[in-house]
Nanobody, 122 residues
Framework: QVQLVESGGGLVQPGGSLRLSCAASGSIFNIYAMGWYRQAPGKQRELVAHITSGGSGNYADSVKGRFTISRDNAKNTVYLQMNSLKPEDTAVYYC?????WGLGYKQRDDYWGQGTQVTVSS
């Protein structure tokens, strides 16, 4: 099995910055794409940023130029640097990973983290 653990959320003032981390652990053979999603109260979960195994990222229009996704393949970790935060960025942020896992027989599944709260407020 595989576990994803997020960290780095919190309360920040508008214009501030936060860096989220998501570390994957378990019987991992390979991690393909990784991504960050968010869900605000009363809204559907939405894609924030996505990064391929080769490091190519793409972003939701609402965060382009403010957020940067990156990954450390040696640590099985994905990051989200969030700058110039706005109140509308307030949400629970989830990471997702496309993982091939297993010690003998291999299978490929999507895994989600438990979420970390980001609140942008003065």
């Amino acid at each position: 099995q595989v576990q994803l653990v997020e960290s780095g959320g919190g309360l920040v003032q508008p214009g501030g910055s936060l860096r989220l981390s998501c570390a994957a652990s378990g019987s991992i053979f390979n991690i393909y794409a990784m991504g960050w999603y968010r869900q605000a109260p009363g809204k559907q979960r939405e894609l924030v940023a996505h990064i391929t195994s080769g490091g190519s990222g793409n972003y939701a229009d609402s965060v382009k130029g403010r957020f940067t996704i990156s990954r450390d393949n040696a640590k099985n970790t994905v990051y989200l640097q969030m700058n110039s935060l706005k109140p509308e960025d307030t949400a629970v942020y989830y990471c997702k990973a496309d993982v091939m896992w297993g010690l003998g027989y291999k299978q490929r599944d999507d895994y989600w983290g438990q979420g970390t709260q980001v609140t942008v407020s003065s």
